[in-house]
């Protein structure tokens, strides 16, 4: 906030040393373009919000082909993800998710509002069982690659959203 206060600040004596080089050094206008403000002042160069989340939280960090890195720390093989909660998960390859790899969702409470799969390399088809075993727990589902799904996680979760991801490591394909 001190940040934005300063920048706040700064920005009508920013706006007056402008006027004045304009007119010390008139330039020919032009009605069509229009001027760039970016140089003049930006809150995106002051302000991150990615970096401010908790050391608590779940973070993806990395990935390899046979595993993931949360946290700094490397984990080998499929993982299993609600919330802050983080567990080894037994599919190894994208036929081996099923319901019954999943039946953690139907006792879990709260239930996530969005179940990120992690196909490994290449986004897969999900088969319309699972796909109705996931919409009876009362959960969305969103199949990606697991690159793109374990960053899709980060940003829910980040968001404070209740979120659960199913990742099979990058290296795997069908």
Do not use: H
């Not at 007056?16 to 206008?29: A, I, V």
């Not at 373009?33 to 908790?54: C, E, G, H, K």
């Not at 390399?121 to 109705?132: D, S």
């Amino acid at each position: 906030m001190a940040v934005r206060q300063r920048a706040m600040g700064t920005l009508p004596n920013l706006i007056r040393s402008l006027r004045k080089e304009s007119l010390l050094n008139p330039k020919p206008t032009n009605p069509s373009v229009l001027p760039s403000l970016r140089r003049a002042f930006s809150l995106y160069d002051q302000v991150n919000l990615i970096n401010d989340v908790p050391e608590d939280q779940l973070r993806f960090k990395g990935y390899s082909d046979t595993g993931f890195n949360v946290n700094g720390v490397d984990y080998e093989g499929s993982l299993l993800c609600v919330g802050n909660f983080l567990m080894s998960w037994a599919p190894t390859k994208f036929s081996d998710i099923t319901p019954e790899s999943l039946s953690i969702f139907q006792t879990l409470r709260p239930i996530p509002e969005i179940l990120i799969l992690g196909c490994g390399r290449n986004i897969e088809i999900v088969n319309p069982v699972l796909r109705r075993f996931i919409r009876s727990t009362g959960m969305k589902l969103e199949a990606l690659d697991s690159r793109n799904a374990s960053t899709t996680y980060n940003i829910l979760n980040e968001e404070g959203r209740i979120v659960a991801a199913a990742l099979l490591p990058y290296g795997v394909s069908s």
